[in-house]
């Protein structure tokens, strides 16, 4: 017997002395016999209101705390000392578990306690105690599907045994996940190697096509034949954890292997078993491989808990835990620092032995050192906080004086091989020097070294770069360059840099210079005999009065200057996508991310600011115009793109009772818009649709977003579009999963901005199916009952066209219907005003909508006249259901028009 005649299997796991930002450390213990049945849980997804951001997920539930286990203060607690602000909480419910205590001859047949029937390969057969498969020839695979056991967010756990050591290749079992269909699904692999050595690895295949994930990782493990192994496959958000340990021996707490897929399969999240006899199995006929005790849990939530308080009654016997689970926005969105400018970020990360930022503020008499330990620089006749700054940094420091003002910092240590050194800054010039041969007024850079070189100076004139290299005795140059043409403005941000290597007995050095924004560095090089050591001390000079400087960096000759990323990285990444930009912000603060679609086909936006990581990622969000919300224990993003044209996550009717509550549609102005001006980094673009405004007024909105400057036409048309789409919202659609436990599959394969669709509305209502977007959702799960009350928004704004498919149709601005006709009237005569509006007699079918009926044109003659043109139609009337005479003048449009995307 199956839910809801049997309670529905729900876990409740906590995780505790877990390591809060480190999702791979969080081993589960169950706690669901402490749950209050009487509340069950909640869970709160996504966004309750379509106009607003996805909030943080919430979990809800009740612990019986009568023993005082959930007391984090409580001695006696066997929690004690490790039950934790953060500690998460994970809800599962198990949709499947199989011992296979049934015999089938083909195919692996239902299992009889959850009816769940297993589809695919009839390879695979039930013997009244394991799963076995046993496969004929080489490199021959087969797959057993769950279909009705989905979810993104899943836990599979088996045991599998074989029943002879391979020889020549390995012997794989798998479980599979993510499964749209027999061509497309991960999965992750325990493979038996010759002489019973166990691997683990992760592949996916991708229409046909498969490709490693996770190559082989050993387990450490070495088996017999018959030897039962256990195996527990974690995937939540994009991270796949492995394990797989002896079923004679206990569970260990750390996962074998793990790797995060950022851009993992967006729909279809069926589940299945695998097995497979690689290429070059030489024994492969004789091996029958066994699986048993199959168990797959769908994950509908995981939240850290940041508060646990304890709740009693009078009598002090009712001793109760209320803990709310908050996911990962919430600890986002408080008690975080704003991240360190993008050049900080970088030169950080370098071989580094003395960094200043420069980045002080306007009060700031010494510049601070980035180096734990590192001496302050020193500053004469300078300011600092100064906000003309190179893009990638926050603030620079100014040179007031030409001659006078400088920035001097020791080197305390180095910690790099002193076979070589680099030394660079970032600057700008108010005006070039008056001079065009070097001189001590229009130095830029002195730099102090131990080696044959002690002292280099570098120098800007009115025309180009002139380097000397002075030995001991600080008179004599070895190195006396010529000038080196700019080929940049300095008057605009460039950066610089001295770099020396050394190799028998020979220093080559290279002075490398480029302009922010630009494409490519330029460099004057040369030779000497001796050695170069280290950099003792570095001075930042004023060429000319208010000299503009930045960023003083000292270290190993393996500065990655010359590349792309430091480009990148100086013009704050400018001209980065949003996708690329959010899953760099991610991985460099350690914050998991899962993205649904492509980032290369996202927004390009402008320089990347300062600012805390929500507010950043938040903000890249806002300039492609997809959805950031919380995807297993991280961050999810549905791009932009990935959200035209979708296919129906969830298909509901009306008439067979898939609505359990007459939803309460709403018909207001909330998201109208009419009239957007669009603001980007000093530029605006202004969109209205003067239709709109006629008959509402205007709705205006001036969003300021983060894009390049060529976009913002573009972007402003697209968010009128969005916010002219004349439906009807629907806040509230009520789902309950125990009358109608048939939804439940395609339920688990919902996600934040998936599209359902709901047929027969009352036709007093909606005249038409509904179409719609998942915003967010409520969702009750106890022992006999699990609700469901989505957030919904309409899906026709994301119906864009493709060129060349037959369901994308120009449609006409001009058409009206000449004179009126009777219901069930098949002969519709039509005028067009422009002749560029005129309908195609030879692309029918095509449906148009007329006073609210859709008809279906399936023929048309060709027009007549020099302007407006005429056309007569014949139809089918009445597609959409609804049948009535239409008014002559009534406008003819398109159905369903769709627009070009971004």
């Known amino acids: 017997m199956a839910f809801p005649t049997t309670p529905l299997p729900i876990y409740v796991g ?64 066997d929690l004690y000392g490790t039950l934790d602000k953060g500690s998460p909480v994970q809800v599962r419910v198990t949709r499947l578990v199989d011992t296979f205590s ?28 394991a799963a076995q498969v046993s496969l004929a020839t080489d490199n021959l695979a087969a797959l057993a599907i769950t279909t009705a056991a989905t979810g993104f967010d899943v836990e599979i756990s088996y045991s599998c045994s074989i029943s002879l050591l391979p020889t020549g290749a390995s012997w794989v079992f798998g479980a599979a996940f993510w499964l749209l269909d027999a061509n497309t699904y991960y999965r992750a692999h325990t493979e038996i190697a010759p002489g019973g050595v166990v691997n ?46 002896l079923a004679s021996g206990s569970e260990p707490a750390a996962w074998t292997a793990s790797v995060t897929e950022s851009q993992p399969q967006s729909t279809g999240a069926a589940t299945g078993l695998f097995g497979w006899r690689v290429s070059g199995l030489t024994n492969g006929s004789s091996i029958v491989g066994s699986v048993d005790d199959w168990r797959m849990d769908t994950i509908r939530a995981t939240t850290p808990v940041p508060e646990w308080p304890v709740r009693w009654d009078m009598s002090g016997r009712d001793v109760r835990a209320p803990i709310t689970g908050a996911g990962i926005l919430r600890r986002l969105s408080q008690g975080q620092s704003a991240l360190q400018s993008p050049i900080r970020r970088q030169l950080s990360a370098q071989p580094v032995c003395a960094y200043w930022p420069l980045e002080d503020g306007s009060s700031a008499t010494q510049a601070s050192s980035a180096i734990a330990g590192g001496a302050m620089a020193t500053a004469a006749q300078v300011t600092f906080g100064n906000a003309d700054c190179p893009p990638g940094a926050s603030s620079a420091a100014v040179l007031t004086t030409s001659g006078v003002s400088g920035i001097t910092g020791r080197v305390n240590r180095w910690t790099v091989p002193q076979d070589g050194y680099a030394c660079m800054t970032y600057f700008r010039l108010p005006t070039l020097s008056g001079s065009a041969s070097p001189n001590p007024t229009n130095r830029l850079m002195s730099i102090n070294a131990t080696g044959t070189v002690v002292r280099w100076i570098i120098y800007t004139t009115s025309t180009g770069f002139y380097i000397s290299g002075y030995l001991a005795d600080d008179v004599t140059a070895i190195v006396n360059t010529g000038s080196f043409a700019f080929s940049l403005d300095p008057t605009r941000w460039s950066a610089i840099q001295l770099e020396t290597q050394e190799s028998g007995g020979t220093v080559n050095w290279s002075l490398i210079w480029y302009q922010i924004g630009a494409g490519a560095f330029t460099m004057g090089n040369g030779s000497y005999s001796g050695t170069a050591d280290r950099i003792t001390q570095v001075t930042l000079h004023a060429p000319v009065d208010g000299t503009l400087v930045s960023h003083l960096w000292a270290g190993d000759d393996q500065l990655a200057f010359v590349d792309g990323t430091f480009m990148a990285v100086s013009a704050a990444y400018a001209g980065e996508t949003a996708g690329a930009r959010l899953a760099r912000l991610a991985a460099e603060t350690n914050v998991p991310v899962t993205m649904i679609g492509s980032a290369a086909n996202t927004a390009r936006m402008g320089a990347q600011p300062q600012g805390v990581l929500l507010d950043l990622v938040r903000e890249c969000e806002a300039a492609d115009q997809g959805t950031l919300y919380e995807r297993g224990a991280g961050l999810g993003y549905v791009t932009r793109a990935s959200r035209y044209n979708q296919t129906p996550a969830l298909v509901l009717d009306f008439n067979q009772g898939h609505v359990a509550e007459p939803p309460e549609p709403t018909d207001d102005d909330q998201r109208l818009r009419n009239r957007i001006t669009l603001r980007s980094n000093g530029s ?94 409520t ?93 007569t139609a014949t139809v089918t009337r009445a597609v959409n259901g609804i049948a009535k005479s239409l008014p002559a003048g009534s406008s003819v449009r398109l159905s369903r028009p769709m627009r070009w995307a971004l």
Request: charged fraction near 15%.
């Open 200 to 245: 683990v690895k992760v592949q996916k295949r991708i229409n046909g096509v498969v490709n490693d994930v996770l190559g082989i990782t050993s387990t450490g493990l070495t088996v017999s034949a018959g030897t039962v192994l256990r195996n527990r496959i974690l995937v939540i958000g994009g991270t796949i954890l492995i394990k797989v340990w």
């Open 102 to 129: 049934r015999v089938s001859g083909a195919g692996l047949g239902t299992e009889p306690a959850s009816g769940i029937a297993w589809t695919g390969n009839t390879q695979w057969t039930a013997n009244g105690t």
């Open 779 to 871: 969702e009750r799960l106890s022992n006999f009952s699990w609700t469901v009350e989505l957030v919904c928004s309409p899906a026709r704004p994301w119906d864009v066209g493709v060129w060349g498919a037959t369901t994308s149709r120009w449609d006409s601005a001009s058409t009206t219907l000449v004179s009126a006709a009777a219901a069930g009237a098949t002969s519709l005569p039509i005028t067009t005003a422009t002749a560029a509006d005129c309908w195609s007699t030879t692309a029918v079918p095509y449906t148009w909508s007329i006073a609210g009926e859709d008809v279906t044109v399936t023929s048309i003659t060709a027009p007549a006249g020099t302007g407006p043109y005429t056309q």
């Open 684 to 777: 605006e673009a202004t969109a209205e649709d003067t239709a709109s405004i006629a008959k509402s007024g205007v709705y205006g909105d001036d969003p300021t977003v983060n894009l390049q400057a060529d976009q913002l036409s573009a972007h402003a048309y697209w968010r009128l579009h969005l916010g002219t789409v004349d439906e009807l919202r629907w806040p509230q659609i009520s789902l309950d999963l125990a009358r109608n436990p048939s939804l439940i599959a395609a339920w688990c394969s919902v996600r934040i901005g998936s599209r359902i669709t709901i047929a027969n509305p009352p036709s007093a209502v909606a005249g038409q199916p509904l179409d719609l977007i998942v915003e967010g959702w």
């Open 14 to 77: 906590l995780a505790t002395g877990a390591d809060p930002v480190n999702p791979a450390t969080w081993n589960y213990s169950e706690i669901t016999s402490d749950v209050r049945d009487g509340a069950g849980v909640t869970i709160v997804s996504g966004r309750q209101d379509e106009g607003t951001q996805v909030g943080a997920t919430n979990v809800n539930v009740t612990l019986d705390n009568r023993t005082g286990r959930y007391c984090r203060t409580n001695p006696l607690s």
